[in-house]
């Protein structure tokens, strides 16, 4: 079945530092992609989203491609803040018309002044 | 965009009892769903809650341990019924508006069985 593999955390990095969370799936078909971000006592958020192959979303300084060739859609920022402290999570949306989102595991980012 | 609230916030139940958790959007959505995050776990989904018919309800869970209500466009319903300490979870009620890929997530109800 449909399933999405993110890196294990927690990740703490200092402040302006470059970040990456590696997100890898496997889907029928050709499946659109989501980052999530929780910040702490809070609900889920959209962060990004990319629909086909090739397409890059961004919003506030992240980034992440839908690479089809490796099944990847890895997160990245180029200079983190302390306020990017938060739970990030990879999601996957069927292609069939159901809409369920099938979310990665989670990676918590931990940003230190 | 959609505003989702959720009541309670949060809750500590004891063992056998039963919660029903009410989701309440601002605006109309076609479709409407409850997922459950367990402690330091992912979200996964419980339902998909149908305007005016039964829930779907995905592997795993069950009409009679959960049942859910949607008796309109704006508002559902989730109980967790006969409830164990394996309840204790954050239940998370979502909503997909009428853009094609916008989806959207309440506060969250973190509820604590004892």
């Known amino acids: 079945g449909d399933s999405v593999t993110q890196m294990e955390g927690p990740v703490t990095l200092s402040e302006e530092a470059f970040l990456t969370i590696n997100c890898t799936y496997t889907?029928?078909?050709?499946?659109?992609l989501f980052w999530y971000v929780q910040y702490p006592g809070e609900g889920l958020q959209l962060l990004l989203k990319?629909?086909?192959?090739?397409d890059k979303g961004s919003n506030k300084g992240f980034e992440a491609t839908y690479r089809k060739e490796t099944t990847s859609f890895h997160l990245e920022k180029g200079s983190v803040q302390v306020s990017d402290s938060a739970v990030y999570f990879c999601a996957l949306r069927r292609t069939d018309s159901s809409y369920k989102l099938i979310f990665g595991s989670g990676t918590r980012l931990l940003v230190r002044p | 965009s959609a505003v989702i609230s959720q009541k309670p916030s949060r809750d500590i139940c004891q063992r056998g009892t039963s919660l029903t958790i009410q989701c309440q959007v601002d605006s109309q959505v076609t479709m409407m769903f409850w997922y459950r995050q367990q402690p330091g776990q992912s979200l996964t989904l419980i339902a998909t809650?149908?305007?005016?018919?039964?829930?779907?309800?995905e592997s795993g869970f069950v009409i009679d341990k959960f049942p859910i209500s949607r008796p309109n466009l704006t508002f559902s319903t989730l109980t967790v019924s006969n409830m164990s300490p394996e309840d204790s979870s954050i239940y998370l009620c979502?909503?997909?508006?009428?853009?094609?890929?916008?989806?959207?997530f309440g506060p969250g109800t973190r509820l604590t069985v004892t």
């Open positions: 990319a629909t086909k192959a090739d």
């Open positions: 809650a149908n305007q005016g018919s039964e829930a779907t309800y």
């Open positions: 979502s909503v997909k508006t009428d853009g094609p890929y916008e989806q959207y």
């Open positions: 889907a029928t078909g050709y499946p659109s």
